[in-house]
């Protein structure tokens, strides 16, 4: 079957740095997106990777290990408009987007 | 307004009446996905449509749920006969194409049905 596993939450504090795992198992592999969440609002888009290697993009910096079925979202300076759930998903080889169960993040003062 | 537009954004039924969920894609988007959330948990494919053609349908269930994405006007995702177990968010997507490459999915504000 296919699966995405992610923590279930993670608390950080405000101007450090946090990372978010992200581990799958998939029919093949198109991608590997992150997108944010806040309580109650759509999903945002935040980073796409098809390579491996590591894609940095502001304060948020998205790795991607194919070979390892593993990425890590990275975030840096947090703020505490950083609280939300962070989902990770992997397009397989039919294009469809496989979501994990998201990992939500609290930044604590 | 160009965002994904879904309405209504709050829906209250018991057990046994229709629920009827639109979406209007982003402009210059011919693909919309319906997802399903339930409280700390993932989105859930339900649904992937172009204008009147069902491209995949395998995450939504036989019995009671059905999609349509019309020629004219938004997609709508109707759920017959709704029981207890159907109160999620429901989220709509559209991208403008199917296999863009980097895949960006647009999402709407989600629609939260609570079944009485």
Redesign the interface.
Known sequence: GQN?DQPTEMTATEGAIVQINCTYQTSGF??L?WYQQHAG?????LS?N?LDGLEEKGRFSSFLSRSKGYSYLLLKELQMKDSASY?C?V?DS?????????T?LIIKP | NAG?MQNPRHLVRRRGQEARLRCSPMKGHSHVYW?RQLP??????MV?LQKENII?ESGMPKERFSAEFPKEGPSILRIQQVVRGDSAAY?CASSPS??D??????????SRLTVL
């Open positions: 995405i198109n991608g997106f609002e759509a999903p945002t888009f796409y098809v989902l998903a397009r039919n294009y469809q987007l496989i979501w994990g169960a998201g939500k | 994904v997802y700390e948990e993932g989105l859930k494919f992937y995949d989220f199917g296999q490459p980097t895949g960006e999915l647009f999402f709407g504000e989600g």
